[in-house]
């Protein structure tokens, strides 16, 4: 069970972390209408807080393998 565990939460971590990454780099919304371009950012609280849940399922995942 504890093996199991441990491996979902590194998936999981290296998941969130992946998309956080992901979301944080590429933009929300681009127009580009001739020699009109427009690209609208939003806030990247979501992108920091599911790369920070990412790292903490991470460090979950190897506190395991240090514990057993």
């Given at each position: 069970m504890n093996n199991v565990l441990k491996f979902v939460l590194l998936?999981?971590?290296?998941?969130?972390v992946g998309y956080g990454i992901y979301t944080l780099v590429t933009?929300?919304?681009?127009i580009d209408a001739g020699p009109l371009?427009?690209?609208a950012q939003g806030?990247?609280?979501?992108?920091y807080a599911m790369i920070v849940f990412g790292i903490l399922s991470l460090v979950g995942?190897?506190?395991f393998n240090r514990r057993n």
């Amino acid at each position: 069970m504890n093996n199991v565990l441990k491996f979902v939460l590194l998936i999981i971590g290296i998941g969130l972390v992946g998309y956080g990454i992901y979301t944080l780099v590429t933009p929300e919304f681009s127009i580009d209408a001739g020699p009109l371009q427009v690209e609208a950012q939003g806030d990247n609280t979501q992108s920091y807080a599911m790369i920070v849940f990412g790292i903490l399922s991470l460090v979950g995942g190897l506190a395991f393998n240090r514990r057993n």
